[in-house]
T-cell receptor, first 114, second 112 residues
């Protein structure tokens, strides 16, 4: 079975500082990995994905994520946080040996203080 | 370009009733997936429809059923509603079953 862990319920960072939101996964086959962001009372917005290739993936709004196969991690990063980045972030995995369902982590709330 | 749309936005039902939620996929997308997001949790996969067939199902009881129409739109039906069915129901569409899914704004279902 595939699973995702987001070990931090909340991450606090000052505006202008770099941010990292952590994600680890477990799959039996090769992983397809995704990050989504959710604003209050809204659906999920796609940020970026890793399918294959370069381990550093660049996405929307200046976010990037680094795939680390040996550590089974896919941490989300941004060099300089904005107050408007404050939201709920979800990591998701699809095991290409287990069909097409996405399995999501429990989410990490990012709070960026001015 | 219209994104994924869902209706209704909010819904209040009583235990034991039945509900139907609707989803129109993003233009050009042919695959629709449904997720349940309980308060404070990540979305849980219910099922996925492609070519008008249920392709994969998550760990949800048979009270949850769906349909996909020839225009790729989809419905989620829940029978015999329980209090625990109260959640945000998200529809996601994609082109084929491989690539990233784009989510709609969701339908907030409250069961009293």
């Amino acid at each position: 079975a595939q699973s995702v862990a987001q070990p931090e319920d909340q991450v606090n960072v000052a505006e202008g500082n770099p941010l990292t939101v952590k994600c680890t996964y477990s799959v039996s086959g090769n992983p397809y990995l995704f990050w989504y962001v959710q604003y209050p009372n809204r659906g999920l917005q796609f940020l970026l994905k890793y399918i294959t290739g370069d381990n550093l993936v660049k996405g929307s709004y200046g976010f990037e994520a680094e795939f680390n196969k040996s550590q089974t991690s896919f941490h989300l990063k941004k060099p300089s946080a904005l107050v408007s980045d404050s939201a709920l972030y979800f990591c998701a995995v699809r095991d290409n040996n287990a069909g097409n369902m996405l399995t999501f982590g429990g989410g990490t709330r990012l709070m960026v203080k001015p | 370009d219209a994104g994924v749309t869902q209706s209704p936005t909010h819904l209040i039902k009583t235990r034991g009733q039945q509900v139907t939620l609707r989803c129109s996929p993003k233009s050009g997308h042919d695959t629709v997936s449904w997720y349940q997001q309980a308060l404070g949790q990540g979305p849980q996969f219910i099922f996925q429809y492609y070519e008008e067939e249920e392709r994969q199902r998550g760990n949800f009881p048979d009270r949850f059923s769906g349909h996909q129409f020839p225009n790729y739109s989809s419905e989620l039906n829940v029978n015999a509603l329980l209090l625990g069915d109260s959640a945000l129901y998200l529809c996601a569409s994609s082109f084929g079953t491989v690539w990233e899914q784009y989510f709609g704004p969701g339908t907030r279902l409250t069961v009293t």
